[in-house]
């Protein structure tokens, strides 16, 4: 059976996602690792936008302050739009130093894009510390509960309450990988936690499923003390012996 302690941590981590379910990351220039980017731009000339031939270059800088574009020029949509489609590969602030011209007058303006790991905006100090919190205790209570089973699968008495903590804690594992995509964007973490849901499927679902059969098959059969008649053979051989 579930003890009070269990009960207190499995309650906390549905807290968890509850409550980080409810966050909204802020809207802000921020875009993917790895992922093919529209960069749009808009050319406005003497206070109104270019009806002529225009040009739009950018220069772009990694984190590192090394040159990611050197004055590339991008492409003109109409009525002042320009766009340039590229990929950042590394994560950080890059920094985007832009100019127009028509020939005559021209415009310059510089940003920063933020590359994150999931195209959003880096989560605040407090939602980082909750999910390394709720990282600790899921990876604990995997660890918990795959000890457990184990006591239990060697005793052939796993029932049907074991069962469904193994298959929970593995559900909010699952859980707690789509929620760090979402919020975090941390690739590291994102590996290993694919790494402990493959692992899981094995120690968390199939372990469990074939264990639960055994004690009600095998277990069962053990504590009704069913000896498949050896032992009648044997005294029989005992008596005409």
């Given at each position: 059976?579930?003890?009070?302690?269990?009960?207190?941590?499995l309650?906390?981590?549905?807290?968890?996602?509850?409550?980080l379910?409810?966050?909204v990351?802020?809207?802000t220039?921020?875009?993917?690792?790895?992922?093919?980017?529209?960069?749009?731009?808009?050319?406005?000339?003497?206070?109104?936008?270019?009806s002529?031939?225009?040009?739009?270059?950018?220069?772009?800088?990694y984190?590192?302050?090394?040159?990611?574009?050197?004055?590339?020029e991008?492409?003109?949509?109409?009525?002042?739009?320009?766009n340039?489609?590229?990929?950042?590969?590394?994560?950080?602030?890059?920094?985007?130093?832009?100019?127009?011209?028509?020939?005559?007058?021209?415009?310059?303006?510089?940003?920063?894009?933020?590359?994150?790991?999931?195209?959003?905006?880096?989560?605040?100090g407090?939602?980082?510390?909750?999910f390394?919190?709720?990282?600790?205790?899921?990876?604990?209570?995997?660890?918990?509960?795959l000890?457990?089973?184990?006591?239990?699968?060697?005793?052939?008495?796993?029932?049907?309450?074991?069962?469904?903590?193994?298959?929970?804690?593995?559900?909010?594992?699952v859980?707690?990988?789509?929620?760090?995509?979402?919020?975090m964007?941390?690739?590291?973490?994102?590996?290993?936690?694919?790494i402990?849901?493959?692992?899981g499927?094995?120690?968390?679902?199939?372990v469990?499923?074939?264990?639960?059969?055994?004690?009600i098959?095998?277990?069962?059969?053990?504590?009704?003390k069913?000896?498949?008649?050896?032992?009648?053979?044997?005294?029989?051989?005992?008596?005409?012996?």
């Amino acid at each position: 059976m579930i003890n009070k302690n269990q009960t207190i941590i499995l309650g906390f981590m549905v807290l968890m996602i509850v409550i980080l379910g409810s966050f909204v990351s802020a809207s802000t220039e921020t875009y993917k690792i790895n992922q093919a980017t529209d960069l749009k731009f808009t050319c406005t000339l003497n206070n109104a936008i270019p009806s002529g031939s225009t040009t739009y270059n950018i220069t772009i800088s990694y984190p590192n302050s090394s040159t990611f574009l050197n004055n590339v020029e991008t492409t003109a949509q109409g009525n002042g739009a320009f766009n340039y489609t590229t990929t950042f590969t590394e994560l950080g602030l890059y920094k985007v130093q832009m100019f127009c011209t028509d020939g005559t007058y021209s415009y310059s303006n510089e940003g920063f894009y933020d590359i994150t790991g999931n195209g959003k905006t880096q989560p605040e100090g407090n939602i980082v510390v909750l999910f390394s919190i709720g990282f600790l205790i899921i990876v604990g209570f995997l660890l918990y509960s795959l000890i457990l089973s184990i006591g239990h699968l060697a005793s052939l008495d796993f029932d049907v309450v074991d069962l469904a903590k193994a298959m929970g804690t593995y559900f909010v594992l699952v859980a707690f990988y789509y929620l760090n995509g979402f919020y975090m964007g941390n690739t590291a973490i994102d590996s290993f936690l694919l790494i402990l849901i493959r692992i899981g499927g094995f120690t968390h679902i199939f372990v469990p499923i074939i264990a639960f059969v055994l004690s009600i098959t095998v277990g069962s059969l053990k504590k009704k003390k069913v000896d498949f008649g050896v032992n009648r053979i044997y005294k029989r051989q005992r008596l005409n012996g």
